[in-house]
């Protein structure tokens, strides 16, 4: 808890898996599509008019395109087709399209062993936009960091094991979204930070909600998508104790499949 080095311990062979990045990558984008939901058109969109081609459609000197018959503004305007002012979508999304997509398991299973084993190589993070400077990948720390109740105590904490840095490009790095993204929920941008894997939440938590692009997800529910955020493995990441000894007993599902 004061940054300094504690006892060495042995790490699961999932660290060890060969990285995979396009492994990882599809096994992200996969999983991402479970989360999506279907959306689509009204299939008569812009058709809800009485626009009707003349009959016959020649000999009058304009185009031979569908018009709104009676009278008014609106009156011989074109309508009902894709080509046209207040006129239907040509390909519209559809609601019925299939957006689910499904992977194998022994795929996904080695997909994360694979995105364990990017959070060893200091390469891969720094390349991530990290700033991990000569700290020693993976980072495991003591199981006390699970009880810490508050950001400012968090942050102190991060900043002993070396992370200073890393907490200064955080941020810094919150943006101001334009346009649309404002008005639908999405006003700022926010850049990737670490990810605490925990074996369970004693109250880091709710010290980490105030941490922008910081994260805390419990060994058990550990998932490419915390791990590989965009699909690009490498996201900085620190072990409790505990953590690392659930990591451990997943080893037996994923073992004879890992190539070292």
């Known amino acids: 808890m004061k940054g300094d080095s504690g006892k060495e311990i042995e790490l699961p062979e999932l660290f060890s898996a060969l990285p995979r990045e396009d492994l990882v990558a599809r096994a992200f984008w996969v999983l991402s599509s479970h989360g999506r939901q279907p959306y689509g058109r009204d299939p008569m969109a812009g058709m809800k008019t009485s626009a009707e081609t003349y009959n016959p459609p020649t000999g009058r000197g304009v185009a031979r395109v569908p018009r709104v018959k009676g009278g008014g503004q609106r009156s011989g305007q074109a309508a009902g087709i894709a080509s046209v002012v207040k006129g239907r979508l040509a ?47 993976p980072l495991v720390v003591s199981d006390e960091v699970e009880t810490i109740p508050r950001t400012s105590e968090l942050r102190s904490f991060l900043a002993k094991v070396g992370l200073e840095e890393e907490l200064t490009r955080l941020y810094r790095g919150i943006k101001r979204a334009s346009g ?21 939440d004693r109250g880091v938590g709710k010290a980490v909600s105030t941490i922008p692009g910081a994260e805390v997800v419990p060994a058990e529910s550990l998932s490419v998508l915390q791990l590989a955020p965009g699909g690009v493995p490498g996201r900085l990441t620190l072990w409790t104790e505990s953590a690392i000894e659930i990591v451990r007993s997943m080893e037996k599902e994923v073992e004879p499949r890992i190539a070292t």
């Open 91 to 137: 390909h519209p999304p559809k609601a019925e399209k299939v957006i689910y997509r499904k992977i194998n398991k022994k795929e996904r299973h080695l997909a994360l062993a694979n995105a364990i084993a990017f959070t060893k190589n200091h390469e891969a993070v720094a390349k991530r936009g990290h700033r991990v400077g000569r700290l020693e990948l």
């Open 180 to 200: 649309k993204p404002r008005q639908r929920g999405r006003a700022y941008k926010t850049r990737v930070g670490p990810l605490i894997v925990i074996a369970n």
